[in-house]
């Protein structure tokens, strides 16, 4: 909203020349969070700027080769629509012109003044046929520029969305959703309404401006003189009044980004607040940043309605010199009737495009930064392709499930590896158990499982046969997942379930969720299995949310399951029910299991120890306690 107010602020002060036409850390803390709520991540306070405006351009052309055509009928009605426009005015003094004299002429004759076809009735004709054609090109390079910038949205769109398909886990773990969303969509929704509108009213101004002024000098260059002395002074005056508008909206919205998180976190922290009696300090602090704001938002008021009627004030001065010295021209004959008006409609043709220029230069240069952010993400490297359908490898069916790592090398940066040497093998049906601190590489080492990422030495094998020469597809098929982080997709709960396997049955799925002990809460729902949900949605808890996920993991039947942490958002009942149900789905299955709670792994067929991304220690429970290593360590700190 007040990016809204902002941008009103600058309209209005340039509408004056187109008539001329704790705490500095809760603070910080607080415009952080508010700024998230307000959807401004870190890369919007970039300046909008592009780095390098010619090939940009440049690129943008190309990539808008099939839309060419459309483009150039755009630059012709603007030619032709300019040209028009600039010879109406002049028209119409011919026009008036000739009136005039057919009106002295009657009253020099004494009979009554009438418009005929041959007294002024064709001039008028004409007249109203320069205005019809000005609007047929006007209205033609309007829908055309629209279908070409539309066209140009869609097909960078559509590239957009293949590239995202094409993209590593890793671009995606180093950028927000929201600043990925935000370039797919606003920025290139940006760049078609400023193609729509910015580039055509610059156009349209260049035009009209040369036109205007040329045509006044030929008129008067004296009145034209002053014309542009004043439209200098406006300029500028409107520049400095923009510049300083904008720097106090720009402390009224970082005020509201103040007062806007200090409200979230007292909503939020409602409960802490009125446990620790603090409600009237919370008060007195929200009371104290809108006493700020409103500060803030009287000067910038104050500043924004006393600059515009100065502006018009200037405007309105070189009118009135203008139209004194004119009408002492008119009467020297200097001028004639209809030269005098025409030079007054001139002057409004060109002051209002000479104020539209300053401000379409900035939304163009803004609209090119947001093409760049755009043809950044075209420019970013993309995952190795699958291999050919006929080179890539198949395991041979039924899928057995041994799984092998052979020296595996890997790092996030090539120049820092994380894991150096890794080695060791799942035969099929086993349990493997991964283990270690936050950080140690669990989840690195089944994103490499998974090929989330590409090993940059060794090898993985499925029954043998080298994952990287398979289809990321054929490789995936075999695996079911269960995150830590449960995740649902708007829908209903049967659909949750079924999102791995879509043409299963109700019967089926209400299987899945007995085996995940689920289905004693979802006939609970308002719609049982037919009860919408979201990710957000209040009426799941996190353990039921985790529980549908786990039933849809079930419902998949894979041969490889990766549980990471499966259980951590259960309670300790629940936890019970749900190891024996994965007891269950795990026989004959080979699975991997990333725990944190020791607990639940000690019956595991093999226990891989990770610290610092790669494998220190690996064996049965009984193993490893017997070596009194890390692992055991790690066990002795939970049950001693």
């Known amino acids: 909203m007040m990016a809204t107010k902002q941008v009103d602020t600058k309209e209005e002060i340039l509408s004056g020349m187109s008539e001329f036409d704790e705490n500095d850390r809760l603070e910080a803390q607080r415009e952080e969070r508010s700024r998230e709520a307000l959807g401004l991540d870190g890369d919007d306070e970039q300046p909008e700027v592009p780095r390098d405006i010619v090939a940009t351009i440049r690129r943008l052309w190309k990539e808008a080769a099939g839309q060419r055509w459309r483009f150039a009928i755009v630059l012709v009605s603007v030619v ?90 890793a671009f995606y773990d180093a950028h927000k959703p929201g600043e990925i969303v935000s370039r797919a969509t606003n920025d290139l929704d940006k760049m078609s309404e400023v193609l729509q509108t910015g580039l055509l009213r610059l156009f ?47 402390e009224r919205q970082m005020w509201v980004g103040h007062l806007t998180g200090a409200v979230e976190e007292a909503y ?86 000479m104020t539209q220029m300053s401000m379409t230069v900035n939304t163009l240069q803004s609209a090119l930064a947001s093409v760049e952010r755009v043809f950044d993400i075209l420019d970013e490297p993309e995952i190795e392709p699958d291999p050919a359908p006929e080179l890539a490898l198949h395991v041979e069916q039924p899928v057995h499930g041994r799984v092998a790592f052979e020296h595996v090398r890997f790092g996030y940066d090539p120049t820092k590896p994380l894991m150096r040497d890794v080695s060791f093998t799942a035969e099929p049906g086993q349990k493997i158990a991964i283990v270690g601190a936050t950080g140690a590489g669990k989840t690195t080492l089944i994103n490499l499982l998974m090929r989330f990422y590409e090993i940059d030495g060794g090898r993985i094998t499925l029954d043998g046969v080298d994952t990287h020469a398979m289809s990321r597809a054929e490789l995936r098929q075999n695996f079911g997942m269960v995150l830590q982080d449960a995740w649902l997709f708007d829908g209903t709960i049967a659909e949750n379930i079924a999102y791995g396997c879509p043409d299963v049955t109700r019967g089926e799925i209400m299987a899945a969720a007995r085996a995940a002990h689920v289905d004693f809460f979802v006939r609970t729902m308002p719609h049982g299995y037919d009860t919408h949900v979201a990710n957000d949605a209040e009426n799941i808890s996190q353990g039921q949310r985790q529980l549908l996920t786990i039933a849809r993991a079930i419902l998949a039947n894979p041969k490889i ?80």
């Open 80 to 169: 032709c629509y300019t040209g028009f426009s600039v010879a109406a005015p002049a028209f119409s003094a011919h026009v008036i012109d000739v009136l005039w004299a057919d009106i002295q002429a009657s009253f020099a004759e004494g009979r009554t003044f009438a418009v005929t076809f041959e007294r002024g009735g064709k001039e008028i004709l004409v007249y109203l046929g320069v205005w019809t054609a000005a609007f047929a090109f006007y209205t033609a390079q309007v829908f055309t520029m629209a279908g070409f910038a539309e066209r140009l949205n869609l097909a960078l769109r559509n590239r957009v969305a293949r590239k995202l398909n094409r993209l590593p886990l």
């Open 204 to 250: 349209t101004a260049v035009g009209s401006v040369i036109g205007a002024v040329i045509m006044m000098f030929v008129y008067s260059p004296l009145l034209a003189c002053i014309f542009l002395v004043f439209s200098v002074i406006a300029m500028a005056l409107t520049k400095f009044a923009a510049g300083k508008t904008l720097a106090l909206a720009a």
């Open 268 to 353: 939020s922290g409602r409960v802490i607040i009125r446990a620790f009696n603090r409600e009237k300090a919370s008060s007195e602090d929200i009371h104290r940043l809108s006493d700020k704001l409103a500060d803030a938002s009287r000067r910038a008021d104050f500043f924004t309605n006393a600059a515009a009627p100065g502006i018009r004030f200037i405007g309105r001065l070189a009118q009135v010199i203008i139209a004194i010295i004119g009408c002492a021209m008119l009467i020297g004959g200097r001028l004639t009737v209809g030269t005098f008006q025409a030079f007054f409609q001139y002057i409004m043709q060109a002051s209002e495009p």
């Open 561 to 640: 399951l990766i549980l990471d942490e499966a259980t951590s958002s259960v309670d300790t009942r629940t936890e019970h029910a749900i190891v024996h149900a994965m007891e269950a789905l795990m026989h004959g299955r080979t699975s991997f299991v990333i725990a944190h709670r020791l607990s639940t792994i000690v019956d595991a067929n093999l226990i891989l120890v990770m610290e610092k991304g790669t494998i220190i220690e690996q064996g049965t429970h009984a193993e490893l306690l017997a070596a009194n290593g890390a692992y055991a360590a790690l066990y002795n700190s939970q049950f001693m």
